[in-house]
């Protein structure tokens, strides 16, 4: 009887067993998210963007997509933390996420990747990143921030600031760099105007005031090619370029204008002069002309007004750094447009961009 008993008992837990088992593949409970690193650097410096390449396959054919979710970071920035997650074949995923350490202390995160169906999670599965062998950089007073595979000065423009200084603005694209911390030490002011990421390059348009005696613009990063501090050295020559904002530097004062207004002035004298001599009316023609260039030079068709709480730009560009902001209607001069910006003659002498609707004609 005890035999029997036993028998009896094994036998249920076996076919216990095998209807649990059967009801959890039914139920779908079954492992079907496998995540795996596929590409990881060994070491990065601190301050540089770095990829981390992954690879899922999922067993299962009817998800949306995949969810990610970040968590247990120390000192580490993801930089494209929702990133799609991109089907290669069949059940197989990729994704490539960034990060950027900011500390040799830096912890890099857990990534719980989420199986999707119908806006809910059918299954997670957790990873978690190694962190690298993280490098500090030596300090250089030179030094840009800038950690990049290539970086290259696309055109640069040095104006005039005012009487002691003078500003230049940079186009600066890179690849794999973190451009958006490009900043120098000892000037002034500065910044960055307009950054931009095509996600294989990046760019931006910076500017500094810097003193007009100096002969060069100088500065290094580091480039991850060659494992080294690479200089740019840029001589500085003052243009005139009308997308730069030139503050402080009036076109109306040039020599050229000068001598070009009291030209039509003394021309439309003597002809008028000559006219009352000889009483032909071509020269009161040409007098009137002349008459005519000279309150022309004076732009009164380009006068109008700046309304009140206007933003005036240093570049024609979205967010570009603004230097003014009127408190008041201001009567302004237009010098020149591009695209939505006029560019204007503030009362005070400075020239800058400012939007279209911002101007109120006469």
Request: aromatic share 12%.
């Amino acid at each position: 009887m005890k035999q029997f008993l036993t028998l009896l008992a094994l036998s249920l837990a076996f076919f216990a067993s095998a209807f649990a088992a059967e009801e959890s593949v039914f139920s779908g409970n079954s492992k079907s998210l496998f995540i795996s690193v596929e590409e990881s650097p060994s070491k990065v410096y601190v301050g540089q963007i770095f990829p981390v390449k992954l690879k899922a396959i999922v067993a299962n054919d009817t998800i949306d997509g995949l969810g990610n979710t970040f968590s247990g970071a120390t000192g580490v920035e993801v930089i494209n933390p929702q990133n799609t997650w991109e089907r290669s074949r069949d059940n197989t995923y990729s994704n490539t996420f960034y990060f950027k350490i900011s500390s040799k202390t830096a912890v890099m995160p857990r990534l719980s990747v989420s199986l999707i169906q119908r806006q809910e999670a059918l299954e997670s599965e957790v990873i978690t990143f190694n962190t690298p062998q993280l490098i500090q950089l030596k300090t250089d007073p030179l030094f840009s921030n800038v950690i990049a595979q290539s970086l290259t000065i696309n055109k640069y423009k040095t104006t005039t600031f005012d009487a002691k200084n003078v500003i230049v603005v940079l186009e600066i694209e890179t690849t794999g760099a973190n451009l958006k911390d490009f900043a120098l030490s000892g000037i002034a002011k500065s910044g960055i105007d307009s950054f931009s990421d095509t996600g294989t390059s990046q760019k931006i348009y910076y500017y500094a005031i810097v003193p007009n005696y100096q002969k060069s613009f100088d500065f290094t990063y580091f480039d991850l090619t060659s494992n080294k501090f690479n200089k740019i050295t840029l001589p500085m020559t003052i243009e005139n370029d009308e997308v730069s904002t030139q503050l402080g530097l009036n076109p109306k004062e040039s020599i050229f204008e000068f001598y070009k207004t009291i030209g039509y002035g003394v021309l439309s004298f003597i002809f008028f002069i000559i006219l009352i001599k000889r009483r032909r009316w071509y020269y009161l023609l040409l007098s009137l002309i002349f008459l005519a260039l000279f309150f022309l030079d004076q732009n009164p068709l380009n006068n109008a007004k700046l309304k009140s709480n206007s933003s005036i730009m240093i570049l024609p560009m979205e967010r570009s750094t603004v230097f003014f902001t009127s408190d008041k209607i201001l009567d302004i001069e237009k010098l020149g447009d591009r695209e939505n910006y006029i560019k204007i003659l503030l009362p005070d002498g400075k020239i800058g961009w400012t939007d279209r609707e911002n101007i109120i004609k006469n």
